[in-house]
């Protein structure tokens, strides 16, 4: 773990952070990875990878039907909007 | 009326000898009264609660069929979905949202006539072991105000300890409803994995998320159980078994049960945390149970393996907020790649932002196979661990948290916080039950619990057997004489 990784990360998560706070965030990190070095370890030959809780159904898959779940009004009060569409700034910086 | 079980609540409003209406306006007045000083509620829908409860009066004036939580008052963690009323996470990201639309669990209480009475204070967007986190309010522990109440489902725990309500929901991610349960001295089960709708809970780590109950006794956890607890189709991960219903016989003894303790695992127990759990093992085996040592020695590698899992699903779950669909808006940007960075660092608070950095180097592509896959794969042997022990166990028991609760001020350092869910993430790792009863005090006269553990799905052999270890602990009484007189 090095600030150029750091930074990179920061820039994936879309976390801006001060300089102080990557000190600090590096310097956290740093520990947490030191701490993941004994589970590493473990023998894990011939172990199959958790991909969720037994069931005996498998996969839970529902029909592909439309149906309306939420009132598109109460959805729409919560963003900024114009004629019933998301309003966004520009997706290219000019 | 606030140490009276919601169940017996229930029946003194059916027999009329108490309404809807003069149940809610004490919860209230208690509200009023503790809460400024407890900080458990961000949020009280006084008006709603009592028109509700004069709708409720009428009907039962009526004669008219009434739900299995009539006349109760019920608080929901602030990260679960109740339509039209804000919902935060404890978050400045969503300090403006309003809920578009109804958890599950919402509307199965709302259906059975229980009354939401407000929402309650949490660690953000549920990461942490504190409430601290929390960018509203602090939370204080009612039992001793200098303590932390624990977390991340601090709020409700505070809330139902202090008498401001008799029962209230929270979820548990690594121990968010155990752990801060043992801190207040009040019952707090997390259920099997999918036995209880994630439908409208704000995802934090969906693979251990669960939404669950949190009250003064067994017999309310159950009633409400019996309203949640039930197949959802619009979880994917809801498991399709019949719903939740406590056998009517009541069990008076574990006899013949097998039920397995870690000893060797419970080395860092503090030295009261270990007198009060030596003391109620023995008492396990006075009502019959046959105790075995179990080898768990697997678990001193879950707080790693939590860290790395909870964080990756972290990361993934608060993608979304990104001021586009949720909160937190700015206007004066130039792009959306200005919108994305400059709304998740107001937004954010100090231990979401680390969360999230961890789980995003966690999933970078070149780090994804060395550290995910590992902890996955460990994943698997614990589980299987635990396959091994509950075939020849019933259940097995252990402290819910190490010591009891911490000072607030003292302790602030995340990581340090975050062992006290020790004992309880391997229930989430593994998609177990979970309950929290409390037991006994410590030296200080904090509050300690005692955690039964049982298999996925079983449910109602926990509650049970919870409900014979409650019945045989002096813990009533030790509330009685030891509580802060406004909780008594």
Redesign the interface.
């Known amino acids: 773990m090095d600030k150029e990784l750091f930074l990179k990360l920061a820039n994936l998560a879309k976390i801006d952070c001060s300089t102080s706070e990557q000190e600090a965030f590096l310097g956290h990190l740093e520990g947490m990875v030191l701490s993941f070095e004994s589970l590493m370890k473990i023998d894990t030959d011939n172990v199959a990878s958790f991909c969720g809780f037994e069931t005996k159904e498998g996969n839970a898959l529902r029909d592909d039907i439309v149906e309306m779940t939420m009132d598109p009004q109460d959805f729409l009060k919560n963003i900024i909007s114009k004629e019933g569409m998301i309003k966004l700034p520009a997706l290219l910086k000019t | 009326m606030h140490n009276l079980k919601a169940v017996d609540l229930q029946k003194k409003f059916l027999n009329g000898e108490l309404s809807a209406v003069s149940i809610v306006k004490y919860f209230l007045q208690r509200i009023e009264k503790y809460d400024k000083k407890i900080g458990a509620f961000l949020d009280v829908y006084a008006k709603e609660a009592i028109f509700l409860a004069k709708g409720l009066d009428e009907k039962r004036k009526k004669g008219l069929p009434l739900g299995k939580l009539a006349g109760i008052p019920i608080a929901l963690k602030d990260n679960i979905h109740f339509?039209g009323k804000p919902l935060t996470c404890a978050s400045k990201f969503l300090e403006?949202?309003?809920s578009?639309?109804d958890a599950t669990v919402t509307k199965l209480i709302i259906q059975a006539d229980g009354i939401i009475i407000g929402k309650t204070n949490m660690d953000e967007f549920a990461m942490g072991a504190s409430t601290n986190t929390s960018a509203f309010k602090k939370t204080y522990n009612p039992w001793n105000f200098q303590c932390s109440p624990g977390g991340s489902s601090g709020g409700s725990s505070a809330a139902v300890a202090a008498g401001l309500v008799p029962i209230a929901l929270g979820s548990d991610t690594g121990g968010s409803i155990r752990q801060p349960a043992a801190f207040c001295g009040i019952v707090g089960f997390k259920p099997s994995?999918?036995r209880v709708s994630r439908y409208g809970l704000v995802p934090f780590a969906s693979?251990f998320d669960q939404i669950g109950p949190m009250a003064k006794n067994c017999e309310d956890i159950s009633l409400i159980m019996e309203v949640i607890g039930q197949y959802c189709?619009?979880d994917?991960?809801?498991?399709?078994v019949p719903r939740y219903s406590l056998p009517a016989k009541e069990i008076d003894s574990l006899k013949g049960m097998k039920i397995g303790v870690p000893w060797q695992f419970l080395e860092h127990l503090s030295a009261d945390g270990k007198v009060v759990f030596k003391k109620h093992v023995h008492s396990l085996r006075k009502l019959g149970a046959t105790i075995v040592d179990i080898d768990l020695d697997?678990l001193?590698?879950s707080?790693?393996?939590y860290?790395?899992l909870a964080s990756a699903e972290a990361?993934t779950s608060l993608a979304r907020f990104?001021g586009?669909?949720?909160?937190k808006?700015k206007?004066d940007?130039?792009?959306?790649?200005?919108?994305?960075?400059?709304c998740?660092?107001e937004g954010?608070g100090?231990e979401v932002?680390?969360r999230?950095?961890?789980?995003?180097?966690i999933l970078?592509s070149k780090k994804q196979n060395?550290?995910y896959?590992?902890?996955?794969?460990?994943?698997?042997?614990i589980?299987e661990q635990f396959h091994r022990i509950f075939s020849q166990c019933c259940l097995v028991v252990m402290p819910t948290t190490p010591s009891e609760a911490f000072d607030a001020e003292r302790v602030t350092d995340p990581?340090l916080m975050s062992l006290a869910d020790m004992y309880t993430m391997c229930a989430n790792i593994a998609?177990l039950c979970a309950i929290s009863v409390p037991c006994g005090l410590a030296e200080n006269n904090n509050p300690l619990g005692f955690q039964i553990l049982g298999p996925?799905k079983e449910d109602e052999k926990v509650i049970s057997a919870a409900l014979t270890f409650e019945k045989n602990t002096n813990f009533s009484s030790l509330f009685h004489k030891k509580a802060p007189l406004y909780m008594r």
């Open positions: 339509q403006n949202y309003v578009a639309f994995y999918g693979s189709d619009k994917s991960t809801s498991l399709k697997i001193k590698h707080m790693a393996l860290y790395i990361s990104d586009v669909c949720y909160g808006r206007e940007v130039d792009s959306i790649e200005d919108l994305y960075l400059l998740r660092k954010f100090y932002k680390r999230i950095l961890l789980g995003t180097f970078y060395h550290y896959e590992k902890a996955l794969k460990v994943r698997s042997l589980i990581t998609g996925i």
